[in-house]
């Protein structure tokens, strides 16, 4: 799945080219594609069609579109790229992709946006916003490091509760949200922490650290269009992020750390892989 400067890259894009359009038709193909729409997928596209869009929002992973009807009754169009999903803005009359799973045709005539999923985990789903404008059913995500909303005193708090690994602290969205498994392992290799450190064990100053450098290094990913280690994550524009270029440890098994030269570490985490330098970053003792 795409984690925040991925999404934030597709949510500016959509801010761009979508925003203040107004949705003349749109087309879903099959059901899967509007599963996390209970009502179903003719429901979501009634409810939809001939709304405008007003705004296009991120909470850490999590996309949508606000859209709002002709009372300005307003609802949230939340976006799920999963792990291959594209919002892709194109020319009304390119050949439709491969595989196409929705379609929004606007008002203008203009380019139109497409959802295009090879591997057909992703969807939408219409949600109703709460008072700060978060939609309903993501509320138990935390806020990001780039909300004003985020208190990042708080996030080190739970995190010194917790006795797991910090890495495992980092990925729980429902303390922080956005970091995922490549950001989590860069802003570790930063701090000098190995993955499973256990969170209540580090200083307060380590924990707030560590945050910054999270914050700093999807802050560099932004700047560079994200991380695309293949085809399937890519702008509204159909373009690749580069940031893999820049990356220190993740997926770097075997290459010379950066600041020490021994070679990178590649272990097994959840059903995953972590990335680290064995002397920059020490394993726990006993683990």
């Not at 080190?156 to 956005?178: F, H, N, P, W």
Request: charged share 30%; proline share 6%.
């Amino acid at each position: 799945m795409p984690e925040l400067p991925e999404v934030e890259t597709v949510r500016r894009g959509l801010a761009e080219h979508v925003v203040g359009r107004r949705i003349a038709d749109v087309e879903i193909r099959g059901a899967r594609v509007a599963r996390r729409h209970l009502p179903g997928p003719d429901d979501l596209v009634a409810r939809t069609r001939h709304t405008s869009v007003v705004d296009a929002r991120r909470r850490g992973k999590y996309l949508w579109l606000v859209v709002a009807d002709d009372a300005d009754q307003r609802q949230a169009l939340l976006l799920h790229l999963g792990m291959s999903g594209q919002l892709l803005v194109q020319p009304p009359d390119a050949p439709d992709e491969r595989h196409l799973h929705a379609r929004w045709r606007f008002a203008d005539d203009g380019p139109e946006l497409r959802f295009v999923d090879q591997r057909t985990f992703g969807g939408m789903a219409l949600a109703d916003l709460d008072d700060a404008g978060i939609p309903e059913s993501i509320r138990h995500i935390a806020p990001d490091p780039f909300e004003g909303a985020y208190d990042q005193a708080a996030v080190v708090r739970r995190l010194k509760r917790r006795a797991s690994g910090i890495k495992r602290g980092l990925l729980d969205q429902t303390v922080v949200s956005g970091i995922g498994n490549i950001y989590a392992d860069e802003a570790l290799w930063r701090a000098g922490i190995h993955a499973e450190r256990r969170s209540d064990l580090l200083t307060k100053p380590a924990l707030d650290r560590l945050l910054t450098h999270a914050r700093e290094v999807m802050t560099d990913a932004l700047g560079q269009g994200g991380t695309s280690f293949d085809a399937l994550y890519v702008n509204v524009n159909g373009a690749s992020g580069y940031f893999d270029r820049s990356l220190a440890a993740y997926g770097q098994s075997g290459m010379p750390c950066r600041r020490c030269g021994t070679p990178i570490r590649r272990e097994h985490f959840m059903n995953r892989s972590s990335y680290s330098c064995p002397r920059c970053q020490p394993a726990p003792r006993g683990r």
